[in-house]
């Protein structure tokens, strides 16, 4: 699997996983890649800093590093360019769509009770009065909740996954 950044014509930035470069390539050709902000599929790959793991010196202990002195002298031809001061860190959402959908998955986790797998057969309990009404969210089929949707039962799909609680 591969994970890229990417940005559409309009400059909207999200990011994907590709079983391969390939795959990546081949899904951009028959534009079944498209933007998560305003469905463009006029995709590219955008700027990305690689993930590096900490070379061996990093896990040396300090006395183990050579000393000052016995590193040569480096004096660099041109200028270092100073890396670009970051607005906001990662984890922040970039857009007003993100922080709605953030703000939106706060809400329902907070007024809501999380039953898992065990959605569809709650919420069908509840639309029966075989279970007391209460608000519920959690996980379903596509097929399951369409069938849901089918009976009459009033279900919703979330734009976010749920925090899975595990062991």
């Known amino acids: 699997m591969i994970r890229y950044a990417l940005k559409c014509a309009e400059g909207h930035g999200f990011e994907s996983w590709f079983q391969s470069a390939a795959a990546y390539d081949k899904l951009v050709e028959a534009n079944m890649v498209a933007c998560t902000q305003c469905g463009s ?27 000052p002195s016995d590193r040569p002298a480096v004096t660099p031809a041109v200028p270092v360019p100073q890396a670009p001061q970051q607005a906001a860190p990662l984890s922040a959402p970039a857009s007003d769509l993100e922080k709605a959908i953030t703000e939106l998955k706060k809400q329902v986790e907070a007024n809501s009770d999380y039953v898992g797998k065990d959605f569809v057969k709650q919420a069908r309990d509840m639309h029966l009065g075989d279970a007391p009404a209460r608000s519920i969210h959690g996980e379903a089929k596509i097929e399951d909740a369409k069938a849901l949707i089918d009976d009459g039962v009033p279900v919703l799909p979330l734009p976010f996954t749920p925090n899975r609680k595990m062991n």
């Open 41 to 67: 599929t006029q995709v590219e790959k955008a700027l990305m800093a690689p993930r590096v793991s900490p070379g061996r010196k990093a896990a040396m202990p300090a006395e183990a590093e050579p000393s």
